[in-house]
């Protein structure tokens, strides 16, 4: 279950290989890292996916699993009932870079007669008025409401099916404090080594044990390489450890036999070797057992 919930949302976040636009991968959010929107793409809109997706984000939420991170406040605001009016839009919620150019335009103070004729353009297309001196200012909140919210409200309207359709949206909509919940800003995600240390209950051996030196060594070996990883090798690390990238209340070690580190992943204990003398093996085993497969066994 750990496993499948990882992958959907993995997909949710990272896109599906569906060649659907020439690019070989479909993202069903994108944009800048807690600006993400909706993909505007009319296949992924009649295909129904974005209703799907918001099954798939009910029911990981549900298992208390991992989430997508970094959607746009303005999306969040509009999903959960708010009027589109008054959500605040930002330029880096407009993935299209292009149109941002264009929108980023009325950020001046005086236009060329190209970059009026660029800028009426693109606001006659959506049905608003061509640009003047008197509504600039207003005509700038128009175009990038439309760009972040107008042509996501579709697939907004599918990701709030897809969270009824698995009964979560009761508890949603009265518990406005769980929101955040479920959708976390990506910094709210970053994992420190602190964060694993204090979860980790290590091994305990009799000092008159003989393999007594062989578990400080081994453990020694893990500490220094939680303390010194990234916060996204650490998370590689808990996915092998755990199942996903969610802390448990407790995390095992166990020292063990066998070549590679391995996990029990239902039990959230890693399995290290004990034959490993130096670091610098210790460190480029672990690395190789958690980028092969992520999940426990090699």
């Known amino acids: 279950m750990r496993y499948f919930m990882t992958t959907i949302i993995s997909k949710l976040q990272f896109g599906f290989s569906l060649d659907l636009g020439g690019m070989g991968r479909t993202l069903l959010f994108e944009g800048e890292p807690d600006h993400l929107v909706p993909a505007a793409s009319e296949a992924l809109i009649e295909s129904n996916l974005f209703r799907v997706a918001g099954r798939m984000l009910g029911h990981t939420f549900l298992h208390d699993g991992p989430h997508v991170t970094g959607l746009s406040p303005a999306v969040i605001h509009v999903l959960f009932n708010g009027d589109p009016e008054m959500a605040t839009v930002v330029t880096e919620e407009c993935p299209d870079l292009h149109i941002r150019s264009i929108i980023e335009l009325l950020e001046h103070e005086d236009l060329t007669p190209e970059q009026k004729d660029t800028v009426s353009d693109l606001s006659m297309s959506w049905d608003l008025p061509a640009v003047t001196k008197t509504n600039r200012r207003w005509l700038h909140n128009k175009l990038l409401l439309h760009a972040v919210v107008g042509r996501t409200m579709r697939q907004i309207k599918q990701l709030r099916k897809g969270l009824k359709d698995v009964m979560v949206w009761p508890l949603l909509t009265s518990r406005p404090d769980v929101v955040p919940l479920l959708f976390p800003k990506m910094a709210e995600m970053q994992f420190t080594p602190q964060m694993l240390l204090e979860k980790i209950t290590w091994p305990v051996e009799d000092s008159d044990d003989e393999d007594f030196d062989t578990t ?14 990234s916060s996204g ?15 448990p209340p407790e995390l095992r070690v166990e020292i063990s036999g066998g070549t590679l580190p391995t996990s029990s992943t239902c039990f959230e204990t890693l399995k290290l070797p004990a034959h490993f003398k130096l ?5 480029k085993a672990l690395v190789a057992a958690i980028k092969s497969t992520g999940f426990g066994l090699v």
């Open 233 to 247: 090798t650490l998370a590689q690390l808990l996915t092998f450890w755990v199942g996903w990238e969610m802390l």
């Open 216 to 229: 400080c060594r081994i453990t020694g070996f893990l500490r220094m390489f939680i303390e010194t990883a």
């Open 279 to 283: 670091y610098m093996d210790f460190e």
